[in-house]
């Protein structure tokens, strides 16, 4: 039973987000369906919506949850609910007078804020972009209050109800896709536009209720007021900004340069790769570092090191276990992947082909990126920000740089055709992992500084690296002996077979088992009682 209590925030946070991914994939399928990947309509919401969900996932996973979350928790451990949610409400105030300023700003002056939101885009593109982001905006508000209130349950160890809340922003969109007029593909998307307003009030109301129960007490006690504890949160949320932020970053600055390439699809592309990148990102590396900072942090408040140091290390095993074999099937079987939810109605077998050669890219930097993440999830439960800060900031140069220098700048000097143009998407890619790898090396480097030696032995990532390359042999043979055209069956064989090959060679090798994975995540976690 101890060990069950003790694995629940894992278990929980990995349970929304298996929920609410699975339902993103639901939505992309109507989407891809009636709307393609290589149209316009497609293209000019995808960017539209970048910057909502930009903004969203970087309050939600990064600056709140790695500012508010170290000190809000830090205040319970030390029982005092009351001041902590005074801080909380002094914090959601100063999000709804920011928000609101953006919110007004960015609708009032789209038309000249569109280089910021769609900077190669001309024409009809742009027109179309510049109507939808007018529509999805206001949902912004109400996706960064959603982020709040996602940090304050995290605090108090409520983690599935944060992370399933997405599954109704889904929903949203979904119900647009499926009820609106599919002879007009101009007219549907729009309707989804506004199924984006819908499912953000959904999203954030379905999480109203357990917040109020946590708060409603402490509420109407005490005006909330500027005190050392807001400030210390704000002033760490500048450098968390870029820190945690960077995958975000990262992709903004992608989906920027992919509007400048010369064919339709590179943003639609881009925006169906990421989100199968995420998705270990965000099962693997995001449930474990948001499952571990409420306890580093107490580990901080208690002054104990070795406790820190312990979950550290047993989280990156559990990191690495599941992250290396999903590489290696983005790697091998990316196009079945893709094919199976994305090649239906108006998504092409060439549209298949494009997604999965910068789904390929993306992997280079898997494996850095999601350690990285708990990396530094450790710094933030010490209270440093800048050094991730620091880190991210070179990052996000390196991306920048070489990433129009592989999509923009080389392909024409190598004279490669438009079809062969066509794959610069992966190059941008492979410059964000290539980039990724040198954040991972440098961060790991002053966390040992720090706390001593926190790497993986090299001897566990080699049988974990044979054993993925191993289990992928029968599916390969499967690849080649079942039709093409199957895409349904073949997907889900292939798959299937892959999965569950490495999961008993795991298994009989020495690896770490399922239930072994959420009980190294969660190991050392204590409550104050103990």
Known sequence: HAGLRKSMPAMMVAAGMVLSRFAGFIRTYFFTRYLGTSTIEAEAFNQAARIPNFL?????????????????????????????????????????????????????????????????????????????????FPGIALLVFSAWCLAILNSHHRFFLAYVAPVLWNAGLLGALLFGPHNDPRTLVTWVAWGFVIGSALQFGVQVPALWRIMAPTWTRRRHEINEHVREIVSSSIPVFFSRGVVQVSAYIDSQIATKLPFLGAVSALTYAQQLFQLPVGLFGMAVSSAALPSMSAAVSNDLPDLLRERLLGSQRAIAVLVIPSMIGFLAFGDVMVALLYQHGKTTHQDTLLIWATLAGSSVGLLSTTIARLYSAAFYAIKDTRTPMRFAVIRVAIVSVLGYLLAIVIPPLLRLTPEQHRYATAGLTVSAGLAGWVEFALLRRALQQRLGAVGIPLSFLFKTWLVAVIAALPATALRWALPAHLVLIRGLVILNAYGWVYLALAHVSGLLGFGEVIRLLTRGRRRKST
């Open 56 to 136: 969203q996932n970087l309050l939600g996973e990064g600056v709140l949850s790695a500012s508010l979350i170290p000190v809000y928790s830090g205040m319970l451990v030390r029982q005092q609910q009351e001041e902590a949610d005074r801080v909380a409400r002094a914090v959601l105030g100063m999000l709804v007078l920011i928000t609101s300023i953006v919110v007004l700003i960015s609708v009032v002056f789209t038309e000249q804020l569109m280089p910021f939101f769609a900077w190669g885009f001309v024409g009809e593109e742009r027109a179309l972009t510049l109507h939808l982001v007018r529509i999805i």
